[in-house]
Structures are given as structure tokens and as C-alpha cells.
């Protein structure tokens, strides 16, 4: 699945209903972000995307890089850690230099997703 950023902002509503309780590496996201945001030429930037489950707990994923001459291409393999509890699911990117001193942040804005949870059941007792 292929979503296109617009300025800092990263629509969710295309996967929003994707993820299932207890996936792991079951869907790639693709996100293409502009590679220039305010005089910064991103190419040479880390980018980690975290979330906050239902549950409270934190998950944070380094995502893969691909450097084109306008964009830059994000790939997330979304990792178990995201998937972990149902229910809503709040998301950010952030995107910082890989090298020297950190005189930047740039935080991009999700809106949250759900996480659907998986069918849970009992088994009968035996008659």
C-alpha cells in the first residue's frame, strides 16, 4: 500500500482498518514524503516511525529508505510491536539527521489507526 504525504501531514485512512490484533510483518506501508522540507534536504535523515497502543505501551520501527530526486520513499514492514493490543492506535514520524549534532526535528502528523482485535473464543466442553 502506497500513501503520499502532504507537507507533514500523513493520511492514515487507507490503512486505518488494515491491522488485525497479533500480525507481525503481515502488511508493508509505503510512504512517500517530499525530499526538501524547509531548506532541508532530507536525503541524509533517519526516519522512525512510533505509536502508542490501546494498552498505553510505546512502539518505535526505523523504516527503510529510498532516495529519489524529489521524494523519498519510506518503507514500514509494520512490526508485531504495533500490532499488539486492539483497539485505537495513535502514530507519528519523525525524521532527524543520521550524523553530526541533531539541529533539527521534523515530526509528521498521523491520524490514528484501529487495530481490529482477533476472535478469541472458548473451547466446548466435551458432551
Not at 502488511?27 to 516511525?49: E, K, P, Q, W
Not at 529510498?66 to 493490543?85: G, Q
Request: glycine content about 8%; charged content about 25%; some cysteine.
Amino acid at each position: 500500500m502506497e500513501i503520499i504525504a502532504n507537507g507533514k501531514n500523513i493520511p492514515t485512512y487507507e490503512f486505518g482498518e488494515l491491522f488485525i490484533q497479533g500480525e507481525k510483518l503481515a502488511d508493508t506501508i509505503v510512504i512517500y514524503v517530499d525530499r526538501m522540507h524547509n531548506g532541508y534536504d532530507l536525503a541524509d535523515h533517519s526516519f522512525v516511525i512510533s505509536g502508542v497502543t490501546s494498552a498505553g505501551y510505546w512502539a518505535v520501527q526505523a523504516l527503510e529508505k529510498v532516495v529519489e530526486a524529489e521524494r523519498i520513499k519510506l518503507i514500514w514492514p509494520v512490526s508485531a510491536d504495533f500490532t499488539a493490543d486492539a483497539g485505537p492506535l495513535e502514530l507519528c514520524m519523525t525524521a532527524s539527521p543520521e550524523y553530526g549534532e541533531v539541529t533539527h526535528i521534523i515530526r509528521y502528523s498521523m491520524q490514528p489507526v484501529n487495530v481490529r482485535p482477533f476472535p478469541a473464543g472458548r473451547e466446548r466442553p466435551e458432551e
